[in-house]
């Protein structure tokens, strides 16, 4: 059975720049005290991409802070305008990263799974969703330099290629799919010539 252990009974800003740092105080059911600080990143949005006519997948390539190097990914930003669904920020971060438009009847989601727990608020909605037309050059905004990498299924499946753990996750999801439709397919063939 779940229950809360702990209780959060302060909390202030430690840092209040682009991000924001939050200093807690929390309480057991025995009184003590334990103070915690937590990333306050916001939620964000990330999708495997799949080219319809092309038949591959469409990945960002760009420079992260955080390994200090560049990373291959699946698209994905931060839910920062205000009532955005994670649809809307998928859509919307497509178009930016990718150039693309996604189509609308292709999104699934995937997972909904916190960043890392530990030290930060940050939820990632992971999706899928399929492109067709190029409607911008893409390349993100803001000095974000995002070169666009495509991929075959076969290409994907070298998982050493990727090391973002969003992006592992929904290749994985991906192959995972991949391999029950297969699975079905090969079951549904046995059973049409068994009949």
Partial sequence: MFFQSKKIINE???YDGHFKI????LEDGDGNKQINECFERGNSVAA???HRDKQVFLFTQQYRIGPQQDMI?????????ENETPSQALIREVEEELGYQVITDSVEHIASVFVSPGGTSERVHIMYAEVENKISSGGGLDGEDITVIEMTAHEITDLSKFNDA???LGIQWFLNRALVNASLINSETQIQEEE
């Fill in 12 to 14: 202030e800003m430690a």
């Fill in 22 to 25: 939050k200093k807690y105080t």
């Fill in 48 to 50: 495997v991409i799949f």
């Fill in 73 to 81: 990914e699946i698209v994905a930003g931060s839910m920062d305008k």
């Fill in 166 to 168: 969003k992006t592992v």
